[in-house]
Structures are given as structure tokens and as C-alpha cells.
T-cell receptor
Framework: ETGVTQSPTHLIKTRGQQVTLRCSSQ?????VSWYQQALGQGPQFIFQ???????GRGNFPPRFSGLQFPNYSSELNVNALELDDSALYLC????????????FGSGTRLTVV | ELKVEQNPLFLSMQEGKNYTIYCNYS?????LYWYRQDPGKSLESLFV?????AVKQEGRLMASLDTKARLSTLHITAAVHDLSATYFC????????FGAGTRLTVKP
């Protein structure tokens, strides 16, 4: 059974650019959630996808968008990058509405300069 | 809006001692999670608590949930250095909300 994989692991972008982060969910999981974790803080919920539909969204602007594919993998897109977008972006997959827990990927460290 | 509060935020303890981390949350939820995070790493699932009165133990860590008091505790027994990490609780309402984390340092 494979876990959650995220790519890339590290990324440096310039303010104003766009970025796409990728996540492959754990086998058997149909729900993917994305989180932003700034240094020294707890993860903040961005949004969740369930069976290719957005299933909840946190307090993030529309320039944060996402997709889920038929194989349940997912993308997080961020447009018009700002310096404050620098963070660790975590993807988590789950099944059965999280009753068995969420499995987190190793994250993508995004630095905006 | 769901709020999740952990305390303490920083905890320094000696090896062999016991301590409890508290997690309070503001709205009804019947699912609570505890995670561990090592510096620069992702989140490792420790416990999933699904019902009032749930208690789970793994090694020196024991977690409990009181949904009526909206409180979960993570108890550390006879701490060892390897337990040094940041511990997060997270609660499901419409989405999963995390506490700010408790940074635990266990000293010899």
C-alpha cells in the first residue's frame, strides 16, 4: 500500500508567478485535503476534494484553486504569488470521511521571493 | 467558527516525568485527531478518537476524548528524549481544524 506522495518537495518562485503542486492520494482513499503551514504555526485548511468535487473551503482567496482527478490525485494551484504564500503545503488523503484518520504527505516547501 | 486551543504551547520536561497536553474546541464534534510533527517533517498520525469517552494508548502516550466538555488530553508517561516533537490536535467540523501545537522538549 503506497502512502501520500507530493511533488515537488521544494520550490522557489518569484512574487506574481503561478505554481502548481501535486498530490497522489493513498490507495483506497477518495478524499484529499490541502493545508498551508507557515513556520511555527499549525496547518490551516485550504480546501478538500471528494470524488472530484470541492467539498469545503477554508479562508483562502480565490487565487488558491484545486482539482481532483478520477484516480483521486489532486493539484493545488496558486496564482499571483505573494511573499506570505511562503509555507509548507501539506496534502492529506482519507477514506470513510476520515474515520480512520488522515494520511499526510511529506509536503512541498514553497518559498516566494 | 470552530476554534481549537491547545495548552501549553511550549513544554520542557525532564526524562521520566509525566505530563498532560490539553486540547479544547469550541463546537460540537465527535472526531478528534492527534498528530506528531518533527522539525521540517510532515504530520504523523498518532490517534483517532471517534466517540465520547474514547481512550487510546500507544507506548508512553495516551489520548482521551470528552465530547461533552469538548476536551481531549494527551498524557505522556515517563517521558523519553525521543518524544521531543510538536504535537497537534485537530477537530473535524465541516473541515479539519488544527490547534497551534505544543512544542515538547524532553531533557535528560
Amino acid at each position: 500500500e503506497t502512502g501520500v506522495t507530493q511533488s515537488p518537495t521544494h520550490l522557489i518562485k518569484t512574487r506574481g508567478q503561478q505554481v502548481t503542486l501535486r498530490c497522489s492520494s493513498q490507495s483506497g482513499h477518495n478524499t484529499v485535503s490541502w493545508y498551508q503551514q507557515a513556520l511555527g504555526q499549525g496547518p490551516q485548511f485550504i480546501f478538500q476534494y471528494y470524488r472530484e468535487e470541492e467539498n469545503g473551503r477554508g479562508n483562502f482567496p480565490p487565487r488558491f484553486s484545486g482539482l481532483q482527478f478520477p484516480n483521486y490525485s489532486s493539484e493545488l494551484n496558486v496564482n499571483a504569488l505573494e511573499l506570505d504564500d511562503s509555507a509548507l503545503y501539506l496534502c492529506a488523503s482519507s477514506s470513510q470521511q476520515g474515520n480512520y484518520g488522515y494520511t499526510f504527505g511529506s509536503g512541498t516547501r514553497l518559498t516566494v521571493v | 467558527e470552530l476554534k481549537v486551543e491547545q495548552n501549553p504551547l511550549f513544554l520542557s520536561m525532564q526524562e521520566g516525568k509525566n505530563y498532560t497536553i490539553y486540547c479544547n474546541y469550541s463546537t460540537t464534534s465527535d472526531r478528534l485527531y492527534w498528530y506528531r510533527q518533527d522539525p521540517g517533517k510532515s504530520l504523523e498520525s498518532l490517534f483517532v478518537l471517534l466517540s465520547n469517552g474514547a481512550v487510546k494508548q500507544e507506548g508512553r502516550l495516551m489520548a482521551s476524548l470528552d465530547t461533552k466538555a469538548r476536551l481531549s488530553t494527551l498524557h505522556i508517561t515517563a517521558a523519553v528524549h525521543d518524544l521531543s516533537a510538536t504535537y497537534f490536535c485537530a477537530v473535524i467540523s465541516n473541515d479539519m481544524r488544527f490547534g497551534a501545537g505544543t512544542r515538547l522538549t524532553v531533557k535528560p
